[in-house]
């Protein structure tokens, strides 16, 4: 039926019915964009946990490869300090021998006045 031969009542319910169909329609282009823009962000989101985990894997490996570098180093130092008190004990022996020789040199000297 044309709108012109619609009663007042029938007018309304038909205008009421077209708007709902426009308010429908704009709802719907409304819920499509942002299914646009929630999948967008999921992309966003899902790149930028692959980036930091990728980061956090080269952190973690450097950390791993430095602590196994200080616990050589360590290590090495331990057996510096052991190195360093052999080579202590030496030079006290060697002191004390060269303290005999001098003792022995200032006899001799001492004898031959």
Known sequence: MPVAELSRDDTIAHYN????????????AVIEHVDIKIDALDRKLENFRSEVNNRFDIVEA????????IKE?????REAGGN???LQTS???????????EDRIAT???SQV
């Open 17 to 28: 019915a077209v708007m709902i169909e426009e308010l429908r329609s704009s709802q719907k």
């Open 62 to 69: 450097a950390i791993k490869y430095n602590s196994m570098n």
């Open 73 to 77: 180093l360590q290590a090495q130092m």
């Open 84 to 86: 360093i008190k052999d």
């Open 91 to 101: 030079m006290m022996r060697v002191e004390g021998r060269l303290d005999d020789h």
């Open 108 to 110: 001799l000297e001492g």
